[in-house]
């Protein structure tokens, strides 16, 4: 007996669920079909029920990811975050709930060591979410009375900072805790000590 299209349905977000998880806590190419497939409660000959292969899938997890980042800064509220200072939202994304929270964090800093291996596809999907968190922080800046060019620029650098900082945090925080929460600490003094026109 087959099973009706609801539950094909939370079948495949179930899969993609779990591919998130660990492609972001072991990168994409070192998760396998069986050991995603249990992770997600199936074996593993469902896998093609739900995806051509293996590409599609990372490319469903990443647009999936992108498409959530919105609000991730405020915990996924979107409307929290609208409100947010810059330095809230900096201070937010450089702390250390943030740093330790690799399955749900901000996906720009998730999968930036796995996007030039993924497909095109996916790299797509990436690409897009860094151009549109990109222009949500130009828009920011343009309301602070930068102009588009400036905006933009100041846009690319700060969230550029962010990103590095927080993966530089998350590669040493098991050998050395102190410098990360030190890395941490001055990625937020340098983005929010800066003038708002730098």
């Known amino acids: 007996m087959g099973i009706s299209r609801e539950q094909a349905a939370e079948n495949r977000e179930a899969i993609v669920g ?4 660990l492609f972001r806590e072991h990168g994409v190419d070192a998760v396998g079909l069986t050991a995603l497939m249990k992770a997600a409660g199936f074996t593993q000959g469902g896998f093609y029920n739900h995806f051509k292969s293996k590409d599609a899938l990372v490319a469903a997890v990443m647009g999936r990811a992108v498409a959530a980042s919105e ?3 405020a915990g996924g509220d979107v409307a929290r975050e609208a409100s947010m ?3 809230a939202r900096v201070d937010r994304y450089l702390s250390v709930a943030h740093r330790d929270d690799v ?5 720009m800093a998730g999968f930036a060591g796995d996007a030039p291996r993924i497909g095109d596809e996916a790299q797509a999907c990436y690409a897009k979410g860094l151009a549109d968190t990109i222009e949500r922080m130009t828009t920011a800046g343009i309301e602070q009375g930068l102009s588009p060019a400036q905006a933009t620029q100041a846009a690319m650098a700060r969230f550029a ?5 927080l993966l530089l945090s998350r590669a040493v925080v098991n050998a ?3 410098l990360s929460e030190a890395l941490l600490a001055a990625g937020r003094q340098a983005l929010n000590g800066e003038r708002a026109d730098a």
């Open 71 to 73: 609000g991730a800064l």
């Open 103 to 107: 399955a749900c964090g901000c996906p």
């Open 18 to 21: 779990a591919a998130e998880r």
């Open 85 to 87: 200072s810059r330095e």
């Open 161 to 165: 900072q962010m990103v590095g900082t």
């Open 176 to 178: 050395d805790p102190a």
